[in-house]
């Protein structure tokens, strides 16, 4: 008795495996796309050859001054020769030790937070962000024993992370209040987060940088002067607390009425039953949200330019109007894009990855 | 509203960080002398006028104006701070006090000096607009631009001044405007128009952006008349009258060969009269101004007379080599006057 033996199966016919098939699925699956797809590699080979030509191969690397740049393509020459003041702006030589050391507290205190296998994290993290805003302020502004640096000498990337820290920290409490104040069913505290919400909504951030820097010290006695960043921090708080605000409503609304009930029939009280049941679960789902205002927040830095606040971009465009320099404001802006980009970018990955280790209720 | 002011007051003045306290009574002499140095407001950049370099420090024609009084003050031109300005809020920071002096490349105009509270000092550049344009096109004279495509950078006189100058001369123009001075000069370098107009002084930067800046020359003719000097609050004659007196001690230090590598020698040698009374040998002069004796000594000394600071910021020192024209002493026809100090 024969046995019947199958043959073995046959490949896959080529054009549908491998490279040459993910090809033909994804870029040439029909006439459509194909024109696409053509039309994309046209204006890629269009575009992006000059730019390396520009930016890489035609580049001038080394040097001193603007003789230097011989060559064609960009004058990165330009970058090196400014790129302590991008980043600390007029912060005094002799101190700028200051502004590496509150970084590094800054990026080692937090690193015990993100151990998972820490006991009590979260007094420890609770302890990190009372002390560390004091301990940065003293490091960055001085007294007790350092010598003092006025704000108006702070500049550079460092100012941009000021602001924009300073920014977020100081908008996601703020804007949790709000938004539960928003929800709350107290009519006093509903009106005044309504009307707090809508009114910072409702105005551009440049109006209220600029109200702030040239309306402010009119109503304000001669004698009394606030300091110029101060005045911007405090505007960017308010201004991003409206927005985290309202993304973080989206949150709560998304939450089943059931929590609520639940969480009251267990005893808890108002700010426990929010602290342990609602927010957890609230803020996670609005993550993306969150992220989003705070990376349009950190873009918006830029905006202290109008009240003459040198950030990273003002800095830069103060170097291209050094004499020494003109004409190279092209390479000044493409720095400044990069440094943005990758700011952002960390955040967005950051972002992903929270999301992706806090996906856990509602995972099927 | 005063006592809703007060409670405002006092309630900011609770929030420690930030808050400066600067006397309200005495005179801005007074106050300045209190904290120790000159606070100035500048421009947030303009090549030449105040710019920072690389180790941040400010330089510049507008930048020295202030470290000429406070020269005279302190009889040391580093003390002195600065505050970088907006166009547009740079009025409201010397109103309110936030600088002693604004330095600013501002245009001396009726409706500011008359209509703002503010005083102007001085005249330290005379500017007005001009054109560039490519040498090939072969035109000596902006009579000649009959029919020519004009960059405009954006300003708010700008347009106002082109039109009226082509409509008095009977000639057409096509207006091509841009905002920023990066995008004009690319615009002049492609092609896209034949001359190029803003005030002289930023024609001659934005000559240094084209890649070939020799094949570009600025025409002679200037259009309009923007006088640019120091601002200070009115209603304080004696501060007024330091700034004015600062500036004038340059011109007239000029005029006298007196330069800041031969000022200390001359202030003990010269027999000239007006040198010896400028450089406080002679009289007390610098009493009536409520300055030392040898204020005029430490102006020269530290930042120049006002030849050595204009052909360093702007003229042939620099990059932008701007000829001194109408910035020329009077002696030599230019508009640079200053009445003598006796």
């Known amino acids: 008795m024969s046995t019947h033996v199958f043959k073995p199966d046959l490949p896959p016919p080529t054009l549908s495996v491998g490279v040459l098939g993910w090809l033909r699925a994804n870029l040439f699956s029909n006439g459509f796309n194909t024109a696409l797809t053509v039309l994309a590699v046209y204006l890629i080979w269009l575009m992006v050859p000059p730019v390396i030509q520009w930016a890489v191969l035609d580049a001038n690397w080394s040097g001193t001054t603007r003789e230097d740049c011989t060559a064609d393509g960009a004058c990165w020459v330009f970058i090196q020769n400014r790129l302590q003041q991008f980043m600390y702006g007029f912060y005094p030589l002799s101190q700028r030790w200051r502004v590496d050391l509150t970084v590094l507290a800054a990026v080692l205190g937090a690193v015990p937070i993100f151990v998972r296998a820490m006991p009590r994290r979260w007094i420890y993290a609770i302890g990190y962000l009372l002390v560390y805003p004091w301990l940065a302020f003293w490091l960055l502004h001085g007294g007790l024993g350092l010598q003092i640096v006025e704000t108006s000498q702070w500049g550079g990337l460092m100012l941009t992370l000021v602001i924009a820290v300073v920014g977020i920290a100081g908008a996601m409490p703020l804007g949790i209040l709000l938004a539960l104040g928003r929800r709350s069913h107290m009519p006093a505290i509903r009106v005044i987060c309504v009307t707090f919400i809508e009114f910072w909504r409702g105005v551009p951030l440049i109006t209220v940088l600029f109200m702030s820097s040239v309306m402010l010290p009119l109503f304000l006695p001669e004698q009394i002067s606030i300091d110029k960043l101060l005045r911007a921090l405090i505007a960017v708080t308010l201004f991003e607390a409206a927005y985290i605000a309202e993304v973080v409503r989206g949150g709560l609304q998304a939450i089943p009425k059931g929590q609520y009930e639940a969480a009251g029939a267990l005893g808890l009280g108002y700010w426990r039953m929010m602290g342990l049941v609602i927010l957890p679960q609230a803020l996670k789902l609005v993550i993306p949200g969150i992220v989003n205002t705070f990376i349009a927040l950190f873009k918006d830095t830029s905006l202290v330019i109008i009240i003459g606040l040198f950030d990273l971009f003002n800095s830069i465009h103060q170097a291209t109007v050094d004499p020494a320099w003109l004409g190279f404001a092209t390479e000044g802006y493409v720095f400044a894009a990069a440094v943005y980009w990758i700011f952002c970018f960390g955040m967005s990955r950051y972002s992903m990855r929270l999301e992706r280790r806090l996906h856990t209720g509602h995972k099927r | ?342």
């Open chain 2, 1 to 342: 509203m005063k006592l809703l002011k007060t409670t405002l007051a006092s309630a900011i003045a609770v929030a420690a960080f930030g808050l400066s306290t600067q006397a309200s009574a005495g005179t801005t002499l007074d106050t300045v002398t209190k904290k120790g140095f000159v606070q100035c407001g500048v421009s947030d950049g303009l090549p030449g006028f105040s710019y920072t370099d690389a180790r941040g420090a400010y330089l510049g024609i507008d930048v020295d104006v202030c470290r000429a009084v406070a020269a005279a003050v302190f009889g040391d031109a580093s003390k002195v701070r600065f505050t970088p300005l907006t166009a547009k809020e740079r009025f409201t920071a010397l109103q309110s006090g936030e600088v002693d002096i604004l330095s600013r490349n501002t245009t001396w105009t009726s409706s500011r000096d008359a209509g703002m509270g503010l005083s102007f000092a001085g005249v330290t550049y005379y500017d007005g607009q001009g054109f560039l344009v490519n040498k090939k096109l072969g035109v000596k004279s902006a009579k000649e631009l009959d029919g020519a495509a004009v960059c405009i950078q954006a300003g708010t006189t700008t347009e106002l001044n082109l039109s009226d100058y082509f409509r008095a001369n009977g000639m057409k123009y096509t207006p091509i405007t841009y905002d920023k001075s990066d995008e004009s000069a690319k615009a002049l370098e492609a092609g896209r128009c034949d001359v190029l107009t803003s005030d002289q002084s930023q024609l001659y930067a934005q000559r240094i952006k084209l890649a070939v800046p020799d094949d570009y020359v600025v025409l002679p003719e200037v259009i309009s008349k923007e006088p640019l000097g120091p601002v200070v609050r009115r209603g304080d004659d004696e501060w007024f009258a330091i700034v004015r007196w600062a500036l004038f001690a340059q011109v007239n230090a000029e005029e006298l060969g007196v330069t800041s590598a031969n000022v200390e020698d001359l202030a003990k040698t010269s027999k000239n009269p007006d040198v010896r009374r400028l450089l406080g040998a002679e009289g007390e002069y610098g009493k009536d101004l409520r300055v030392p004796k040898d204020w005029a000594v430490k102006i020269i000394k530290q930042v120049g007379n006002y030849g050595e600071m204009f052909e360093r910021n702007v003229g042939q020192g620099s990059e932008l080599k701007i000829a001194r024209g109408l910035n020329a002493l009077w002696s030599k026809g230019g508009l640079q006057y200053a009445p003598p100090v006796r």
